[in-house]
C-alpha cells in the first residue's frame, strides 16, 4: 500500500470507527458487533503504525491511551468553572423559588437535570477537535488531562456538523459507570490494592493517571450539561443541551423543563425513585433557570450563580436479606454486632455487611435470621441497617439474640448497668484488646513508635510474637524480616497488605530505641491506665516524681493530688495492684525506659520568663509536646487560648483558623517555630 492508498484506508477507518462509537457509546444502539470493531481498530493501528506520519491527534486509536503524562499542566479556564448551592429539602428549595421570583418576576422556567456524581470537566473543541481537557480544580484552574479524556469513547474526538462555532467550550462530569467500578476494584483486591472507597474517587483517580493507556482500561464516560461560546448561540440552556446532543455529545435523557415549583418536585421524586436502576451514581438533582438573559440578571455570587441550585438526595436504601449476624471485638474490648448480608449494590459498591452499632439497636430492629432489611450507605463508607420489612416475615424466624461470649478469647462478655455497649472484660489477653493497648502505647503522643503501625502490630500478634508492651523491647530484626499478611476489614470487606521489609524492620528498631529517650510523664500516659490522659500523667508525674511512688499511693494521696477524682484513683489503684501489670512495668524499666522525672532546673528561669505563649497547628522539627518542654524550660507558660494576655502565638502548619483571627484582633504577635529558637537563642 503506498501512502496515497493509506490516508484514503485511514480517513475510511476513522470515519466508520467514529460513527460506531457514537452509535454504540452514545446512542447505545450498536450497528456492528465488538468483533468488527475491534477487527477495524486493530487495522487502523497497524496503518499508523506503518505510515506514523499520517497520524491525526484525534484519531479513534487515541481511545486505548498510550501517552504518558509526567505532570499535568494547570491551565487557566477562559469561563470560570463555578459551584453549586445544595440544598437537602422542599422548603430550602421553596425559598431559592422565590428569591428567583422576586428578581426576575413570574415569566421563567427551570430545566431539572440529574446530578452526576463524578468529576467536572471543560472541554475545548478548536475546529472541530479536542484541543483541550481541563479539569474544575479551584474553579479558577485546573489540570490538563487530555490524553486520558480522549479514552472516553462517547466523547467525539472530532466533530462532524458543519458551521460550528470555530473555538467553544463543553463542560459536563466524568464518571466511572457502576460495572466498570465494579470490575476495577475486583482487579484492584486480586492484586492485593486498595479498592476505591466509590465510583467518584474512582473517576478522579483515573483521571489523574498518568499512564493513558491504564485510563482507557477502566471505561470512564461523561455526560455533557453545557456549553461556553464567546458570543451567544442560543438564548436558553435547554437549546443549548440540544445542540450539544444534535453534534454527537452524550446529553442526558433526563433533563426536563418545569414551569412551576410542583412540576420540579414531582421531578426529583421521579429520579429518586429512578436511581437504583441507573447504571451510574447519581447524588441529587440540579435546578436551572432556563433562559440565559435572566441568568445574566440573576447574577453570581463568590462561588456559585443565583440562578442555579442542586437538591441533594439522602442516602441511598436497597433492599436485602439478613444471613446472619457476627460480633467484632474493638480494641477497647468494646463488642459490635455486624450483620452479614446476601450481597446487594447499593450506590455502586457490593454490600456485603453492615454495622448493627450495638444490643439496643439490634432490639430496637427486632431482627430475626433471613428478615428482609433496609441497608443505607451514608457518606459512602460504612453500610448500616435501617429498618425491617417485618411484614414478610416467616412465622417461624429465628429472633437474633445477642452474643453471650467473646468470639475472640470465649469469655463470658459483660455490660454495664444503664449502658448500651456490651464488651470482653478479658483485657489483657484478648487480641484485639492487646492490639489496642499496643496501639495506643506506640501513638505518636504516647511513645511515637508509629512506623510500626496498626496492621503490623496485628501480624505481630496473630503470629504469637508479641502479646504485651514490653514484648516490643525484645524484638529481633531476624523475627520481624519478612513477615507479611493480608489484612481484610470486617465490614467494607477491604484488604490491605502489610510487609517487614528491611528498612521498614530497621526503621521500627531504630524508633523502639529511641523511645526510651521518652520521658516519664509521656511513658505513664502510654501504659494506658483507664481514664488517665496526657494532661494527668504529666500533673501526676511530676507530683510523684517516680513510678515505684505512683505504684505505691494511697487512694487519700492521689486524691489529694489536684484534679485526679475518686474514678481516676481507683482506675491507678486497680491497674498497678494486678501482677501482669508490674511485671509488665519492671520489664519495661529493664529495657530502659524512663519512670522518673527529670530534674527541673528551678527556679524556671530563661529567655521566655514571663511570656505567657499559645501553640496551635503541626510543628517540623517538635512534636507538640517537645516544643511544650521547650517553652516551658525557657521559662514560658503555656495557655489553651488565646487572650490579650498572650505574648506570641507559637503558629505551626495547619493550625486552627479561629486562634490566627484571635490573635491578629488582639495583635497579638503571631511566630514560627524558627521564631521561637531564635527568640530561645537570644
Ligand atoms: S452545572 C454553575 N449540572 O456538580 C453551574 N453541575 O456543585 C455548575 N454536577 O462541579 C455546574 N451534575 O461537577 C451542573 N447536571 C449538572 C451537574 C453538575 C453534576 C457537578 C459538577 C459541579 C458540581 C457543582
Request: glycine share 6%.
Amino acid at each position: 500500500m503506498n501512502e496515497q492508498q493509506a490516508r484514503t484506508r485511514i480517513q475510511e477507518l476513522t470515519a466508520a470507527l467514529n460513527d460506531h462509537n457514537y452509535r454504540y457509546y452514545v446512542l447505545a444502539q450498536p450497528s456492528v458487533s465488538d468483533y468488527e470493531y475491534d477487527m477495524l481498530l486493530e487495522e487502523l493501528i497497524k496503518l499508523e503504525s506503518q505510515f506514523p506520519e499520517l497520524v491525526d491527534q484525534n484519531s479513534p486509536s487515541q481511545r486505548v491511551g498510550g501517552q504518558v503524562t509526567k505532570k499535568f499542566p494547570v491551565v487557566r479556564h477562559k469561563y470560570p468553572m463555578l459551584s453549586l448551592g445544595n440544598t437537602y429539602s422542599k422548603e430550602e428549595l421553596q425559598d431559592f423559588d422565590q428569591r428567583i421570583r422576586k428578581a426576575i418576576g413570574e415569566q421563567f422556567e427551570y430545566v431539572c437535570e440529574l446530578k452526576f456524581d463524578g468529576v467536572a470537566i471543560g472541554i475545548t473543541y478548536a475546529n472541530g477537535k479536542i484541543l483541550r481537557a481541563v479539569t474544575r480544580g479551584d474553579g479558577m484552574q485546573g489540570d490538563e488531562v487530555t490524553p486520558n479524556i480522549k479514552t472516553i469513547r462517547s466523547l467525539p474526538l472530532s466533530l462532524k456538523k458543519e458551521g460550528l462555532p470555530a473555538e467553544f467550550e463543553v463542560r459536563g462530569e466524568v464518571f466511572l459507570p457502576h460495572k466498570s467500578f465494579l470490575k476495577l476494584n475486583q482487579e484492584k483486591i486480586s492484586n492485593e490494592e486498595e479498592p476505591f472507597a466509590n465510583p467518584r474517587n474512582a473517576a478522579a483517580g483515573s483521571l489523574k493517571t498518568q499512564d493513558s493507556a491504564l485510563v482507557a482500561k477502566r471505561g470512564l464516560d461523561s455526560f455533557l450539561y453545557g456549553l461556553f461560546t464567546d458570543t451567544p448561540l442560543f438564548d436558553t440552556h435547554y437549546e443549548s443541551l440540544r445542540a450539544l446532543k444534535d453534534w454527537g455529545f452524550k446529553v442526558s435523557e433526563f433533563s426536563k423543563k418545569c414551569k412551576t415549583l410542583n412540576e420540579v418536585f414531582l421531578y426529583i421524586e421521579t429520579m429518586e425513585q429512578l436511581r437504583p436502576e441507573l447504571p451510574f451514581d447519581i447524588d441529587g438533582v440540579v435546578i436551572k433557570v432556563n433562559d440565559y438573559r435572566q441568568q445574566e440578571q440573576l447574577g453570581y455570587t463568590a462561588k456559585s450563580p443565583r440562578w442555579a441550585i442542586s437538591y441533594k438526595f439522602k442516602a441511598e436504601r436497597v433492599a436485602t436479606r439478613l444471613l446472619d449476624v457476627i460480633y467484632q471485638v474493638g480494641r477497647t474490648g468494646a463488642v459490635t454486632p455486624v450483620a452479614v448480608l446476601k450481597p446487594v449494590p447499593v450506590a455502586g459498591t457490593i454490600v456485603k455487611r453492615a454495622s448493627l452499632y450495638n444490643a439496643d439497636r439490634m432490639a430496637e430492629l427486632d431482627l430475626h435470621l433471613l428478615d428482609e432489611v433496609y441497608v443505607e450507605k451514608g457518606g459512602d463508607i460504612i453500610p448500616k441497617i435501617i429498618g425491617v420489612n417485618d411484614s414478610v416475615r416467616p412465622a417461624n424466624a429465628q429472633k437474633v439474640q445477642f452474643a453471650t461470649h467473646c468470639p475472640e478469647c470465649d469469655t463470658p462478655l459483660a455490660k454495664s448497668e444503664g449502658e448500651a455497649i456490651h464488651y470482653c472484660p478479658n483485657s489483657e489477653h484478648c487480641p484485639p484488646q492487646i492490639q489496642g493497648k499496643i496501639e495506643h502505647f506506640i501513638s505518636r503522643r504516647a511513645m511515637d513508635i508509629e512506623t510500626l503501625g496498626q496492621g503490623r502490630v496485628e501480624i505481630l500478634i496473630s503470629n504469637g510474637i508479641i502479646s504485651n508492651l514490653a514484648d516490643l523491647y525484645d524484638l529481633k530484626y531476624e523475627q520481624l524480616l519478612g513477615l507479611e499478611k493480608t489484612i481484610t476489614d470486617p465490614i467494607t470487606l477491604k484488604t490491605k497488605k502489610f510487609s517487614f521489609r528491611e528498612k521498614t524492620v530497621e526503621n521500627i528498631l531504630n524508633a523502639l530505641e529511641n523511645s526510651k529517650k521518652v520521658g516519664f510523664e509521656r511513658v505513664l500516659f502510654a501504659l494506658g491506665i483507664r481514664l488517665l490522659g496526657e494532661t494527668m500523667a504529666r500533673k501526676l508525674a511530676k507530683h510523684f516524681g517516680n513510678i515505684d511512688a505512683l505504684m505505691k499511693a494511697s487512694f487519700e494521696e492521689l486524691t489529694s493530688v489536684p484534679d485526679v477524682g475518686e474514678k481516676m484513683a481507683f482506675s491507678i489503684i486497680d491497674y498497678f495492684k494486678q501482677p501482669g501489670h508490674q511485671e509488665i512495668v519492671q520489664r519495661l524499666k529493664n529495657a530502659g525506659l524512663k519512670f522518673e522525672t527529670q530534674k527541673e532546673a528551678e527556679p524556671r528561669q530563661g529567655p521566655l520568663n514571663g511570656a505567657n505563649l499559645v501553640i496551635s497547628g503541626v510543628f517540623t522539627h517538635y512534636s507538640r509536646n517537645e516544643i511544650k518542654a521547650l517553652i516551658e524550660k525557657n521559662g514560658g507558660k503555656i495557655t489553651g487560648s488565646v487572650t490579650s494576655k498572650t505574648t506570641y502565638l507559637v503558629a505551626g502548619e495547619n493550625m486552627g483558623p479561629e486562634k490566627r483571627k484571635k490573635a491578629e484582633e488582639l495583635g497579638v504577635k503571631i511566630i514560627s517555630e524558627d521564631d521561637l529558637e531564635a527568640l530561645i537563642k537570644q
